[in-house]
DNA sequence: CTCATCGTACGAGAAGCATCGTAGTTTGAC
DNA sequence: GTCAAACTACGATGCTTCTCGTACGATGAG
């Protein structure tokens, strides 16, 4: 059996602001998929995922208010599908993607897949 | 290019009731992360995932009341997770496996699988 | 026809969630 | 110290969702 990638209870910081992140045996599969559910997250994995180092939050631009985006930014987090950290005064998020994979292998790539496959077929008219 | 599977739009039905099921080209991913997002439905999924042919909405045990079984067998049937026909006075369930296949190939696998290895996996204590 | 079975429709209540604006905190630059 | 930038906290609002009970419709068995 594999061993699970760096454990994921980092206190480990350079600064004082501390985000609480599930360890890897809090992350449930219900609530990454609810996360994941909504298509202003979605986009943000997307995003994330064509990253190596990850991106603060202002560099992904979404269709929503200030506010909106730290309360979207802080489900992806609590459901265990990214890591942020503080850097300055930008919060650097990644995907925490070796862990996902560790834990749900091929379900990332799945749905990313599917996203992609969905973004290249023609949207429906109305829904 | 695979061509898409048995078209969708079925009316064919043996008796007079017809359900509406979406057609390929309605489903969307992120209505189907949702609907597999919780815990009632996935344990659907999953239960359906295991049969060849189906299974009456009656056979699968829920710890939910008639009335919220019929909630979620509709929520699974209108993102187009499962196709539901009438057969007597039960309503057969399946998995529509191979159109969702299709359309997203490699999620329905991923969704299970990772369901299998949180199953086998120590709960968390709380939540 | 009568009846039991299976599932639906219809409210209705409680909870959750997405969204926003405004006011605040933390940080680095000057 | 002062300032701008990045993000958060808080409260509010409106929508969706999960849950239920009760009453109803459809089907096949007797």
Not at 22 to 43: K, Y
Not at 72 to 85: E, I
Not at 103 to 113: I, K, N, Q, Y
Request: hydrophobic fraction near 40%; proline fraction near 6%; charged fraction near 25%.
């Amino acid at each position: 059996m594999a061993t699970s990638p760096a454990s994921a209870a980092s206190a480990a910081s350079s600064g004082t602001r501390v985000l609480l992140h599930p360890t890897l045996a809090e992350i449930r599969l219900e609530r990454v998929l609810h996360a994941l559910s909504d298509p202003v997250r979605l986009r943000v994995v997307r995003a994330l995922a064509e990253t190596r180092d990850g991106l603060p939050c202002s560099l992904i631009d979404l269709p929503v208010s200030k506010s909106t985006t730290t309360h979207h930014f802080r489900v992806l987090r609590q459901s265990g599908v990214v890591r942020q950290q503080y850097r300055g005064t930008a919060k650097i998020n990644e995907l925490r993607r070796d862990e996902l994979d560790w834990l749900f292998p091929g379900l990332l790539a799945g749905v990313l897949e599917a996203a992609r496959q969905q973004e290249a077929r023609p949207a429906p008219a109305v829904r």
